[in-house]
């Protein structure tokens, strides 16, 4: 099991270039599944959930991989798809894995996977993904932990609106739709960008999608598609984690390569702790010079609100912040597992439900800590840069799920830290 070690006080600077967008390059990656030809993908980050998606891919008989001479490159061809089911050892590597159920069923008709595994953060059901197929004509039968797929004819499109913006049944019946026949037309649908990336990614491939990134996704169903070349949206949450890193530790730094509107809401609340934020085009120009201060209240909410994802990094970086900040987690219901670590840290925190208050210490210290989730994992190191003395991060498995190379980005940054 590998550890991150970080010697914590160092002030960060620098400029960065930040990675594609995991929550892009996931669905996209299932996505290609409908396009039965050749996607080429620039921008794709190095990630384990990203190894995971190609193994799929691999299993149902396509090629995938990446390219040898562009790091970020990734190869994938779909002609050959002689599966329609996945392993229930590949379903459990990544939740996300469910973003296959609405590509291949809108393929072939068919899909047997077993239900993905919850994760830390929450139980993750799927209800209003499979409530949504059945209203397109598919069979779905759930039995012994298995979903079981079977749409005889062509899926219909048809009238969906969704009792919750959930991001993965937006992108779930956006893939089931593209090929249907008629119009599929989501409302209440969830906004996040990633969702408009997917949409342009398979317009590219000769698709009809309208409206994808509003509330409202209007898809034609086509005959069929082509492959095409893509580049991966940036990621806004890597870029978060990178700006908390620095709220935490103090310093300077410029996050390029991302879209700064992306981080709206996150932006106000470093703004509102303190910090200096500065956007251009393409770039954050952020500073952290003086001691934060505490943030009254912080709620998560789905985009363009506070997300969820930056939810344990900032907390980690107001844990020094001068006063109390308070959190209240409403989109998933077990997200606070970083919080009995940042206390091992000294960090003052109790939670209740969906609240947290952080009240602010002078100083945090050093701790053999775990990761117990990706981004909580993430909070972990960036009150680890904050702390006195050297802290010991193991459970690294979850942070390689979604941050490629993340002590060579914030060793490019001056942080003291590597990886055993
Ligand atoms: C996506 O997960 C992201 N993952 C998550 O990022 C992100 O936290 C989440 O959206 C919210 O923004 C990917 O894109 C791969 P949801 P997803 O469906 O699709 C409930 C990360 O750290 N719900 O919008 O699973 C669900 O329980 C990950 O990168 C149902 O009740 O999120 C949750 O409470 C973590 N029934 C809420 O909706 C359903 O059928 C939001 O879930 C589906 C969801």
Do not use: W
Not at 381 to 401: K, M, N, P, Y
Request: charged share 20%; proline share 3%.
């Amino acid at each position: 099991m590998q550890k991150l070690i970080i010697n914590g006080g160092k002030r960060l600077r620098g400029e960065i270039t930040v990675q594609g967008a995991k929550n892009a390059a996931l669905p996209i990656l299932a996505a290609s599944v409908l396009c039965g030809g050749e996607v080429v993908l620039h921008n794709c980050p190095r990630l384990s959930d990203v190894y995971s998606a190609m193994r799929i891919l691999t299993y149902l008989g396509c090629g995938a991989g990446f390219d040898g001479t562009e790091k970020n490159t990734v190869t994938v061809n779909t002609s050959v798809l002689d599966k329609y089911e996945i392993s229930d050892k590949l379903m459990r590597e990544m939740r996300s894995s469910i973003f296959f159920l609405g590509a291949l069923v809108g393929r072939t008709g068919r899909c047997r996977l077993s239900f993905p595994g919850g994760c830390d953060i929450g139980r993750r059901p799927i209800d209003i993904h499979i409530s949504a197929l059945r209203k397109m004509g598919v069979t779905v039968n759930e039995e012994y932990g298995c979903i079981d797929c079977l749409c005889e004819n062509r899926l219909k499109g048809a009238k969906i609106p969704l009792s919750f913006p959930s991001v993965g049944a937006t992108e779930n019946i956006i893939l089931a739709a593209v090929l249907a026949e008629g119009t599929t037309e989501i409302t209440n649908a969830a906004r996040e960008p990633e969702i408009a990336c997917l949409a342009e990614f398979l317009n590219r491939c000769g698709a009809d999608i309208r409206g994808a990134g509003s509330s409202t996704v209007v898809i034609n169903g086509v005959s069929s598609l082509h492959g095409c070349e893509f580049e991966i949206m940036p990621d806004r949450i890597a870029a978060a984690t990178y700006l908390a890193c620095t709220a935490a530790a103090g310093g300077e730094i410029i996050v390029k390569g991302c879209v700064p509107r992306h981080l709206d809401a996150v932006n106000a609340v470093f703004e509102q702790s303190g910090c200096s934020v500065h956007c251009t085009e393409d770039s954050v120009f952020f500073g952290a010079l003086k001691p934060l201060k505490a943030v009254d209240i912080i709620r998560t909410m789905v985009y363009p609100g506070f997300p969820t994802d930056c939810q344990a990094f900032v907390m980690a970086a107001l844990c020094r912040g001068e006063g109390t900040s308070v959190f209240v987690e409403n989109i998933f219901e077990n997200r606070y597992s970083h919080t009995e670590e940042l206390r091992r840290m000294g960090a003052d925190i109790r939670t209740e439900g969906k609240v947290a208050v952080v009240t602010g210490v002078k100083r945090l210290y050093g701790a053999k800590i775990s990761a117990p989730d990706l981004r909580g994992g993430a909070g972990l190191a960036a009150a680890a840069l904050s702390a006195e003395g050297t802290s010991e991060i193991s459970g690294v498995c979850h942070i390689d799920r979604g941050y490629e190379d993340i002590e060579g980005v914030l060793s490019s940054l001056g942080a003291d830290i590597r990886r055993i």
